[in-house]
């Protein structure tokens, strides 16, 4: 993935949540893993809790760096010491930083924050260059939104247009409708890889998706009314990691922001897309969801507002929209509610059944995102509606 991956390493929960935190609200896209689960690959970040000054803190410190010689390692101790400093760097630390307090007048955040902004440079070009794939995560402002049919069609059109190794996860409890919307019947689901995340490899990995037609590879949604669950968060960010190494293009239909899993896919996300429809329940929804992820820690730059549904008789005009959210619209979609109908029924994604102007739309915003540098094209205007804007 294109977001840093890091480790805590403590036996303190309350060190782990207030280091999470921090790492949460960086505005960076970081996945945190387990130790035990990296493997063979290096995390970007160790963060060693060293406020005990113990020995066996900096042979932690020295053991990470034999073992992931390019990993950046912060060292968190309780004081500034000289001594202690000295014996964090010689072990192979690259930041010192003490608890709580940095740099005078600073706090722990403002210190933490430069320095993971200096090892985010550091490691962008090799991420860049090297990426194991991209996490594109659709959210919907509300249900019924379309969010499950854009996420569908985009991920059909980006395994048809790049021929790289492309992957839909359904994040839904229950009721995920990706494998009903693509025609196929799951042996497997996402209960099933989080529950054996152990057992995951390439041969494993290829028992537990579906491969439609098209090229695309399904995660199904589990059946199960209560997972993923909270408990399960820490196992789907895992996972996410895992597949990433897999799968040069990951698409998540994550439903509405309001569960820990979903929080994993803002967390895990390269670009999140927002599903909106033009009406005021929609609007005011997704204004608050705006607000959600800039507390997750989300960077603006990494969110984009899709409008779905798009006609010249919705009363509610694109750039109030824009106006009330406070982001430009990337994309709007038309409604034509006949060819969706019609696709979902069939189980056969409208981007390989007809030449529609919806279909067509998919292609173009599909085609920016497996070619970023290409030029982007101008939305058509559109004229203004009536003012609602005392209503937020």
Known sequence: MAQLSAIITTGDSDFRSTITTLLRSSGV??????????????PDLAVVDMRNGTLASVEAIERLRASWPSTSIFAVAASSEPDQILRAMRAGANEYLAWPIGVPGASLKDSFQTALKRTSDRHRPTRDAGRSGVTLSFFGAKGGAGTTTLAVNTAIDIARLSKRPTLIVDLHQFVGEVSLFLGVRPRFTLIDAIDNLHRIDKEFLSELVVRHKSGLDILAGGDQIDRPGPSDAPAVEQLLQQLGRSYEFIIIDAGTVTTAVADVA???????FLVANPDIASVRNAHRIVDRFEHLGASRDRLRVLLNRMSDQNQIGPKQIEATLGHAIHMAFPSDY???SAAMNSGVPLALTNHSDLAARFERF???????????E???????????????
């Open 378 to 392: 101008a939305e058509e205007p559109s004229r203004e509606k009536a003012s609602f804007l005392g209503l937020f």
């Open 338 to 340: 006949s060819i969706v």
């Open 29 to 42: 896209s970081i996945g945190i893993i387990e130790e035990k689960h990296a493997g063979g690959t290096w």
């Open 366 to 376: 599909t085609r920016q995102i497996v070619n970023p540098n290409a030029p982007a």
């Open 266 to 272: 803002v967390f895990a996300a390269d670009t999140i």
